[in-house]
């Protein structure tokens, strides 16, 4: 069965502190694994998408990077605007369909 | 700047009533989808559609149906609202399978629904 799992639940930073979020999968044919912000009472918002291990994409403090097993969210040097619930989910075989992990709950203090 | 807008931010309903969800979309997007979300569940997909008046069953799809009689429009129907679908309703879309690029879903900002 697909799988994602995220860790951890939830996350504590000091502003400036850098740190990773781990998404792991197993997923039949993954044909894309995608990294969502969301902020409290509101839809997710897109950030990358990543499709053959090895891979990795940037914007801003987040780096997201891809492994045949894992991906990870990297966030250098934090800031309390990066604070929010970040989610993972993989595209397998031939389908349009996303499988979400629950979502990692960042909060970064000043 | 693209978008897909769900009718309503807040919603209360009575159980047993009939809910509809409201979810347009201006990308000329082929798929359309409805998720709902719960604490320490995460994202759950209810109903999925590929094409105007195609449906496809999601995993939970129990108590709900849907609608998609134009291509921008994906309707979301809770035929006798009970106190456990309480719950926050998001609404995606994305192009179709046969485009070269495997983008993410667009969201809506979602709807929280309440059933009293």
């Known amino acids: 069965e697909d799988q994602v799992t995220q860790s951890p639940e939830a996350l504590r930073l000091q502003e400036g502190e850098s740190s990773s979020l781990n998404c792991s999968y197993t997923?039949?044919?993954?044909?894309?694994l995608f990294w969502y912000r969301q902020d409290p009472g509101k839809g997710p918002e897109f950030l990358f998408t990543?499709?053959?291990a090895g891979e990795e994409k940037e914007k801003e403090r987040l780096k997201a990077t891809l492994t045949k097993k894992e991906s990870f969210l990297h966030i250098t040097a934090p800031k309390p605007e990066d604070s929010a619930t970040y989610l993972c989910?993989?595209?397998?075989?031939?389908?349009?369909?996303?499988?979400f992990g629950t979502g990692t709950r960042l909060q970064v203090f000043p | 700047d693209v978008k897909v807008t769900q009718s309503s931010r807040y919603l209360v309903k009575r159980t047993g009533e009939k809910v509809f969800l409201e979810c347009v979309q201006d990308?000329?997007?082929?798929?359309m989808f409805w998720y709902r979300q719960d604490p320490g569940l995460g994202l759950r997909l209810i109903y999925f559609?590929?094409?105007?008046?195609?449906?496809e069953k999601g995993d939970i799809p129990e108590g709900y149906s849907v609608s998609r009689e134009k291509k921008e429009r994906f309707s979301l129907i809770l035929e006798s609202a009970s106190t456990n679908q309480t719950s926050m309703y998001l609404c995606?879309?994305?192009?179709?399978?046969?485009?070269?690029?495997?983008?993410?879903?667009?969201f809506g900002s979602g709807t929280r629904l309440t059933v009293v």
């Open positions: 559609s590929y094409d105007v008046k195609m449906k």
């Open positions: 990543l499709y053959s």
């Open positions: 989910a993989v595209q397998a075989g031939n389908t349009d369909k996303l499988i």
């Open positions: 995606a879309s994305r192009r179709g399978t046969g485009s070269p690029k495997n983008y993410g879903y667009t």
């Open positions: 990308m000329d997007h082929e798929n």
């Open positions: 997923v039949s044919g993954l044909r894309g």
